[in-house]
């Protein structure tokens, strides 16, 4: 399985990026996919996960509830994270992550994102 990130770059304080994440394979086969980040110093965190199919819930981090949204497209075998409202302490590494229904964890490269004026 191999997931493709894009759609990181620089952008100001207050901007929106999108990121897609691209799956080699069918997306419904994995039970969720997500995005984490990991900003320089810091461990990697949870940003937004979500199912692949219809039903379960989404999960945001608290810092960017309400500002991010998650979503999929199946027939594209694609997950994007919408980001608007960036700040700073946005700036990270953005990884695609898709756990299987029997538990295997996959992990794409990461898209860099920088919010800065």
């Known amino acids: 399985v191999q997931l493709q990130a894009s759609g990181g770059g620089l952008v100001q304080p207050g901007g929106s990026l999108r990121l897609s994440c691209a799956a080699s394979e069918r997306i419904s086969r994995f039970k969720v996919m997500g995005w984490y980040r990991r900003a320089p110093g810091k461990q990697r965190e949870l940003v937004a996960v979500?199912?692949?199919?219809?039903?379960?819930?989404?999960d945001y981090a608290d810092s960017v509830k309400g500002r991010f949204t998650i979503s999929r497209d199946n027939a594209k075998n694609t997950v994007y994270l919408q980001m608007n409202s960036l700040k700073p302490e946005d700036t990270a590494v953005y990884y695609c992550n898709a756990i299987s229904s029997y538990g295997m964890d996959y992990w794409g490269k990461g898209t860099q994102v920088t919010v800065s004026s």
């Open positions: 979500a199912p692949t199919t219809t039903g379960g819930s989404t």
